[in-house]
């Protein structure tokens, strides 16, 4: 991750950079920057932070899931909602 921001702040920078040159500062004290190797652009996706795998081994009975029909649904959204409000 840190790869990754590491490239968003350079492009931020070079965001600024062009900015400054548009608005008329001189090319000689603004200055674009990027990775010192060309592979360094690559090395956000090398590794990554999160869930490699999943897995649900435990199984759910059928007879355990209460059916909800459409009316009942509509009906807790009526006993829960507040009067006072405008």
Known sequence: MAHALTLV???IQNVLTYLKFDY???QTEVRYIKPENETDFNK?????MGVNRFGMTSMIDENSIIAVSKKDI???YEDTQDDSLP
């Open 74 to 76: 509509l009906a807790s």
């Open 24 to 26: 008329g500062i001189q």
């Open 9 to 11: 702040a350079m492009s």
């Open 44 to 48: 956000p996706w090398v590794s990554s």
